[in-house]
């Protein structure tokens, strides 16, 4: 079978057509158009939930600066009753002091005093400690634990053991009252360079 010059001419256009029409079916710039256009609304509309995200935010800035003001009034309220010292130890010798003049003012004599730890207290505070020995009557004793409550300063009685006095005169009683009061963290020594004394 021998084919004429006008089927080989309709068979070469035929091979060009469907090589032109392939190439348009399968084109990928075509189909990424759409998409394109879809995108910038689907941008403009994400832009416009974020802008009113802002704008609710924003009109809740100034609630949450009075919040914030009226917390750090709390705040120093509160630590107004830190010791105040340039140092641990100057902190723990000035709550010494104070227990010193309550137990004079309760006219209590400190037969002896010790020391305690200086450590962290939290993440934000450190405490110091100290204790005395002293020999006194009950209702005494019960006023200077009352008076140590109702100092300014952040102390507590932490520690109270009591016993009975060697000499039995006018009902005395042996006490080794133990206090603690509350630093700022940056008092407290570091673990590397020297340990809690």
């Known amino acids: 079978m021998t084919l004429q010059t006008r089927d080989r001419r309709a068979l070469a256009l035929l091979g060009a057509a469907l090589f032109v029409g ?4 399968f084109w990928p710039a075509e189909s990424a158009a759409p998409k394109g256009v879809a995108t910038t609304v689907d941008s403009v509309n994400s832009e416009q939930k974020r802008l009113a995200r802002l704008r609710d935010i924003a009109a809740l800035a100034p609630q949450k600066e009075l919040a914030l003001k009226a917390v750090s009034a709390e705040l120093a309220k509160r630590e107004a009753g830190l010791i105040q010292a340039d140092t641990a130890p100057q902190a723990r010798a000035h709550l010494l002091e104070v227990l010193r003049r309550l137990c004079n003012d309760e006219a209590i004599e400190v037969r002896s005093a010790e020391l305690g730890n200086i450590g962290p207290l939290g993440d934000a505070y450190g405490s110091v400690s100290v204790a005395v020995q002293v020999e006194c ?3 005494q004793l019960v006023n200077l634990l009352a008076a140590i409550a109702a100092q300014p300063e952040l102390i507590a009685t932490t ?8 000499e039995n005169k ?3 009683i042996g006490a080794r009252i133990g206090v603690s009061g509350v630093i700022a963290r940056k008092l407290i020594p570091d673990k590397k360079g020297a340990g809690g004394a």
């Open 170 to 172: 006018g009902k005395l």
């Open 137 to 139: 009557r009950i209702e």
């Open 22 to 25: 392939a190439i348009v079916y």
């Open 159 to 166: 520690d109270l053991r009591i016993t009975a006095a060697t």
